[in-house]
């Protein structure tokens, strides 16, 4: 347990997730175009709740997307001055959009600077940094030179637009993205109420409160002496990059007797709860003790549900020489647990938040691993290559065939797979599958699930997925009881069966009831030739007879 304040580069602490997006205001007094600029920014026409010139209107907020990075765009409406003080001169609400917003657009209009714009520009005066003075109505050529005389108020950043005709825009983007710093925040944030979910599990005492703690920036963890203790699961919040995520520690959970050490460290139930409401799991290990058995079952219940999960080397300040420990730990792991081999492992010191902010940037590529999704047909192109290198075990009952696979979820990864043969389908190629799958697909560091579904005569599924345009992959895989034979060639492709599995054969076709009158005009089609034939025989007969 520790008192420090957070100090992991990028980490910001949050109240609500309003505060999460960087917010921009537009402020000016009326008529200066801030809605025309609000709708040109995002892109759409809202609501003027009154259309009259400077009555106040409360402020209006909308996403829009900066750059690829989603901020949030305030149009405070409710600045207005009048001529008795400077205090009065912001409603409430607008005072607190001042004082929060990550930038602030002074909008003022290049034909006129009015005694209400000065009032405004002196008010805004101990915002200065974080504004950038905005000259609307620069609609032509000739206005632009109008622009210089707005320099002279003392602002760092000038930008001449016309919000009307849309010019001077991408300069004032540029602009904002500058001053908000957008290059340091991850590109793809969640969705709008969502989070990435942490989950902190391991052994007692090996720094998840102090982890939670560091990251949350306060205690929101209490560790807890007295045996038996059994405490809900405890959550905070922060904002990493400008993305939001909850850490979920399970601290002291599972301590059913502190004299005891062979107890059994964690409950089970509650593992599971906490590992079901998040989409990462931290695993921590205490450096100085290296990997507890029991870590294994735990490490089990996450990768079965699908989660991502990085193991945590917990105390790397009291280690020397860090870097061969790190490594000797990582081959434990390998050998130890294979089933974790594709998890990463991130040395920290959550005491001295040393190297936390590379165990976030690990989570947030793991999230997005977890969020990924790739097309069917890219799917497919892959599995020709896989069967192409390495083709299913044979069995007794002859070969074992792939012919399609597709993404079924995200959050857990999950693929399916369409085989000939279910029952008895080799392990060692569902295992080869999913590492090429993470491998060749984009999923290094997270489970796969693969599941298999077995061919029938025509599936529903297999139309579908064949109408998504992967009639290719069909030839590529021998038929049953077929030897395994190269990849298909254009030719063979063209002769590939609607059925979607094996090379075509000549098999003749099953007489349906019913089919008589396609039955009839091949008959029909037949005798034609046949008379024709006669008639040739008998022509040829006729010249030989002559000759
Ligand atoms: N010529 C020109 N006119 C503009 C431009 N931008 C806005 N206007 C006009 O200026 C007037 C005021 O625009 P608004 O966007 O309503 O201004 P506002 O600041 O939101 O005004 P209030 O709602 O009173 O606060 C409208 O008639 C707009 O058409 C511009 O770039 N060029
Ligand atoms: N040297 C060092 N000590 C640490 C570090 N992180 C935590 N500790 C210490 O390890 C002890 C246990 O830390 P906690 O954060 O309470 O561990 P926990 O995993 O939450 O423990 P339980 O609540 O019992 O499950 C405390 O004395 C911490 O100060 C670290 O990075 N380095």
């Known amino acids: 347990m520790t008192d420090r304040q957070p100090s992991v580069p990028g980490v910001q602490s949050v109240a609500s997730l309003d505060e999460t997006l960087p917010l921009i205001a537009i402020v000016g007094r009326p008529n200066t175009g801030k809605s025309t600029l609000f709708n040109r920014l995002v892109g759409k026409r809202r609501m003027i709740t009154d259309p009259t010139p400077g009555v106040t209107r409360d402020p209006v907020s909308e996403h829009w997307m900066l750059g690829g990075h989603s901020v949030m765009l305030v149009d405070t409406g409710g600045v207005k001055l009048d001529r008795e003080g400077l205090d009065h001169l912001v409603s409430e609400k607008s005072l607190s959009i001042l004082e929060r917003a990550h930038v602030l657009i002074l909008l003022l209009e290049c034909t006129t600077l009015t005694p209400e714009d000065e009032m405004l520009v002196k008010h805004l005066r101990p915002y200065g940094d974080k504004t950038v003075l905005v000259v609307n109505k620069v609609d032509d050529y000739n206005r632009e030179t109008l622009v210089w005389n707005y320099h002279s108020l003392g602002y760092q950043r000038v930008v001449g637009i016309s919000a009307a005709h ?19 925040r991850f590109d793809v944030l969640p969705q709008k109420d969502e989070r990435i979910k942490l989950a902190v599990l391991g052994k007692p005492n090996t720094g998840k409160s102090t982890l939670t703690n560091l990251l949350v920036g306060q205690e929101v963890s209490i560790v807890s002496d007295i045996p038996g203790t059994t405490r809900d699961v405890v959550s905070g ?9 909850t850490i979920l520690d399970t601290a002291g959970i599972r301590r059913k007797s502190k004299v005891d050490e062979d107890v059994e460290y964690y409950s089970v139930n ?3 709860k906490t590992i079901d409401e998040s989409n990462v799991v931290l695993l921590m290990i205490d450096a100085q003790e290296g990997i507890a058995d029991q870590d294994k079952k735990i490490a089990q219940l996450i990768v079965r549900r699908g989660k991502g999960v990085v193991l945590v080397l917990n ?12 490594e000797a730990i990582k081959d434990r792991v390998r050998f130890l647990f294979p089933v974790l081999t594709f998890a990463p492992l991130v040395g920290v010191s959550a005491l001295k938040a040393t190297d936390v902010h590379i165990l976030l940037d690990t ?37 074992f065939k792939v012919y399609y696979g597709t993404q079924v979820s995200v959050a857990p990864v999950r693929f399916l797979f369409f085989v000939n043969k279910k029952p008895g389908f080799p392990e060692i190629y569902v295992q080869f599958l999913k590492n ?31 109408s998504e345009g992967e009639g290719e992959m069909k030839s590529s895989v021998p038929a049953d009881n077929e030897k395994p034979r190269k990849p298909a060639s254009a030719s063979d492709t063209r002769k590939a069966q609607p059925e979607g599995g094996g090379r075509a054969k000549a098999a003749p076709k099953a007489r349906k009831p019913g089919n008589k009158a396609a039955k009839g005009k091949a008959d029909e089609r037949r005798a034609v030739s046949r008379k024709q034939s006669q008639q040739k025989k008998g022509r040829m007969e006729q010249k030989r007879a002559k000759g």
Do not use: C, H
């Open 270 to 272: 509650r593992a599971i």
């Open 363 to 399: 989570v947030y590529a793991v999230w997005r691993q977890l969020n990924k999704r790739v097309d069917t047909a890219d799917v497919n192109n892959a599995l020709k290559r896989w069967s192409e290198a390495y083709q299913p075990p044979r069995s007794s009952s002859g070969y």
């Open 166 to 184: 849309g010019l001077g825009i991408g300069d004032l983007e540029d602009t904002l993205m500058g001053m908000l710093d957008l290059d340091e």
């Open 237 to 245: 919040d922060f904002l990493y990059k400008g993305t939001p995520f």
């Open 436 to 466: 090429s799958i993470r491998r060749d697909l984009g999923f290094p560091s997270i489970p796969i699930e693969v599941e298999l579904r077995e061919r029938r005569r025509n599936p529903a599924g297999m139309a579908s997925l064949r």
């Open 315 to 326: 105390k790397i300040d009291a280690l020397s020489g860090i870097q061969n420990q790190l």
